[in-house]
């Protein structure tokens, strides 16, 4: 069983994974929006775990993405 990560967009191997972090433009977006409980949206997600591609660019949560394919 191949267990390299690939792009799903592109099949590309060089891939970056990390947690995502705190979204600035969820929390300004938010408090314009809401008010103070705005700034709460910026921490949303923030520690899901997110794939980039090096090649094309495309991020996706792996998560997800597994379940679509399964």
């Excluded at 408090?31 to 409980?37: D, K, M, N, Y």
């Excluded at 520690?47 to 399964?70: F, I, M, S, V």
Aim: glycine share 18%; net charge positive.
């Amino acid at each position: 069983m191949d267990e390299t990560i690939r792009c799903p967009r592109c099949g590309s191997e060089n891939v970056e994974g990390g947690k995502k972090g705190f979204g600035v433009g969820k929390a300004i977006t938010g408090a314009i929006l809401t008010g103070g409980i705005g700034l709460a949206a910026g921490l949303m997600g923030r520690n899901k775990l997110q794939y980039t591609c090096l090649r094309c660019g495309y991020k996706w949560d792996p998560a997800k993405e597994w379940k679509k394919n399964h």
